[in-house]
């Protein structure tokens, strides 16, 4: 089995550094879809000669993801992350032996995550969540969606395994702010789905999943009281913004 890493990238010069070190553990080749003005590529390439830059200044997500999986070799896996995600050491090892077989058509992984505050961090477990298919053959999954892009499968009777380690996922809490650029790229791509009360059936399920799968350890109370706050912020301004730019989204 041969693993082409896609990843996005914008302007991740403090990190990618951290993440490039991760990934070439089992990577063949980093495709990193870039739309950065930083030191994101120079950086990258120092790091590593399987890295391959394919620049790509465009803001829908699906488009994004899709672009990187067409530059894979056929007949290569296609592992997507984000640039603030790492591999756990369980899933390394995971893969390593993978990269021993031919593979099935296509693998899924948990994502634990981790959102850092100035008071405290909150701890997402995996626990209740289903992996989604972050590793699968090339020709097998395509993504939708301009933002909360989803992976949909292209073939059926697929074979088809969880992996047991997740990635690990330790995001910018700035990227997520409440009636930023973000939200309103969403509403909008919801309005023109048609999909709010699907949209806002899906909000109010994340916050009860929230409750389930918070790590409980006490050096995680505080952040996880921020993180829950925030959700709910979060639905109530996705509301709002829903009937307030309704009218005005061609």
Known sequence: MKISVNVPTCNESKII????????????????IDNSSDNTVKIAKRLSSKVKIINYPVKHFAKIRNKGINAVKKGWYVLFMD???????????????????DGLDAYLIRRRNYFKYKHGTACLTTRFIKGEP????????????????????????????????????????????????????????????????????????????????????????????????????HTISFIKQYYKLKSGVK
């Open 83 to 101: 640039a603030d995600e790492l591999l756990s050491k369980q899933l390394i090892n995971e893969l390593k032996e993978l990269k021993k077989s």
């Open 134 to 233: 972050k590793l699968f053959k090339k020709g097998t999954v395509k993504f939708i969606n301009v933002s909360h892009e989803k992976a949909v499968y292209t073939k059926k009777n697929l074979k088809i395994k969880e992996l047991q380690g997740p990635t690990l996922h330790y995001p910018e809490v700035g990227k997520y702010k409440v009636g930023g650029k973000y939200m309103t790229m969403y509403v909008k791509g919801t309005i023109k789905r048609g999909s709010f009360k699907k949209e806002l059936k899906k909000e109010l399920k994340q916050l009860i999943k929230y409750i389930l799968i918070f790590n409980y350890h006490p050096r995680y109370w505080i952040g996880n009281l921020i993180f829950f706050y925030q959700s709910i912020k």
């Open 17 to 32: 550094k951290k993440f490039i070190n991760n990934v070439k553990q089992i990577a063949d080749e980093i495709i990193l």
